[in-house]
């Protein structure tokens, strides 16, 4: 037997297997990569921990993660114009930005939400509620199906009936709780690739569903902080990535399917890490520049300047760091001198660390 035993495509799955997967996930290779992704994760870790203000990451990172992740169902904005709506220097954003928004909130709130409550059932349809907007409800009506856009070829069609649906829910959240011995990562991926199959939801299920693998590996103790930039590597690779679901409902290739999510992790964590210690090193050479120029609130100007790179003379003032007239010249020096670019919003001025910028906003 294996998971592709009475799928056809243009039929509701509604035997989809339940987990484990009738094949051991955890071969020799899969362990291999699963080594190697560790380790990239110990040392994103560590970069995290050597950041001295953590939210300088923790406030700019998601929204790369959110801008990714909403691209994968095209929903296309970049992160310059998700950087611009956050600190509202767009005051108009896009809808597609702003539901890369809402993304970030669900996935802030999700973080917030281990603290009380476990990876769950009620977990996914919070997420995707924050996602939609509304609240969301467990699909009841027929009609859903997933296919190929150009060729119009069904490809899967998803379980049927809100109780059929809520029992593959139901058993996909006893098994993240069972003895089923598996590592955090390939957990993670197993339990992705249920989720989608499940396709609960009438809408966000693919954000739903990578949401769920940040938070469960955050609740897992493998990650420390919301920062795992995962959906960059899907989209790199996002034929691949649905080639492969395809792949294990299809003909059972769950190792194919654990090798891509595990690879993604270790790829993703190494290009996180590599991130956080260019920001780490811009930000200490603006701390050097800004007392250069002898300005007072070197450390603690160079801190707001990348917890907020586009940054206004009341952002300053509501730090606590100058007056506004003081806060006004900082900025102009700072502007005169090439650290920052001045940009006219309405009647306010707008400051943009291009470097930090520059940083968050490559691919």
Same mark, same amino acid.
């Given at each position: ?9 243009? @039929? ?110 009620? @977990? ?124 294990? @409902? ?110 968050? @906003?490559?691919?």
């Amino acid at each position: 037997m294996n998971n592709s035993e009475g799928f056809a495509p243009d @039929t509701p799955y509604n035997d989809l297997p339940p987990l484990p997967p009738p094949v051991d996930v955890e071969t020799a290779a899969v362990l291999k990569d699963v080594i190697e992704a560790r380790a990239a994760l110990a040392a994103l870790n560590t970069a995290c921990d050597l950041i001295p203000n953590p939210e300088i990451i923790t406030s700019t990172i998601p929204l790369r993660e959110a801008q990714a992740s909403t691209e994968i169902e095209n929903i296309v904005t970049t992160n310059d114009e998700l950087f611009k709506a956050e600190w509202e220097v767009d005051p108009t954003p896009s809808p597609a930005t702003k539901e890369a928004l809402r993304y970030k909130s669900a996935l802030y709130t999700g973080v917030s939400s281990l603290d009380s409550r476990p990876v769950s059932e009620k @977990t996914a349809v919070q997420m995707c509620s924050i996602l939609s907007g509304q609240s969301a409800q467990i699909r009841s009506t027929t009609g859903t199906v997933i296919g190929d856009p150009r060729s119009k070829e069904r490809i899967y069609t998803p379980p049927e009936g809100q109780q059929v649906i809520e029992r593959h829910l139901s058993a996909w959240e006893r098994f993240i709780y069972s003895p089923h011995g598996l590592d955090p990562l390939v957990l993670m991926a197993v339990t992705h690739y249920q989720f989608e199959a499940i396709h609960p939801f009438y809408d966000g299920n693919g954000r739903t569903g990578r949401i769920l693998n940040i938070l469960l590996l955050i609740q897992l103790g493998v990650l420390r902080l919301p920062v795992l930039y995962l959906s960059g590597y899907i989209v790199d690779n996002k034929s691949e990535y649905y080639a492969l679901l395809r792949g294990v @409902t299809a003909r059972g290739d769950w190792e194919a399917w654990v090798r891509f999510m595990v690879r993604g992790v270790q790829s993703s964590a190494e290009s996180t890490t590599q991130l956080i210690d260019d920001l780490r090193r811009l930000q200490e050479e603006a701390n050097e520049a800004i007392r250069a120029l002898g300005i007072s609130a070197g450390a603690d100007l160079a801190h707001l300047l990348f917890l907020k790179p586009y940054v206004r003379i009341a952002d300053v003032v509501d730090a606590g760091l100058a007056q506004r007239q003081t806060a006004s010249a900082w900025l102009n020096q700072l502007a005169g001198a090439g650290i920052l670019a001045e940009y006219k919003v309405g009647r306010s001025k707008v400051f943009a660390n291009t470097a930090a910028l520059g940083v968050l @906003t490559r691919r």
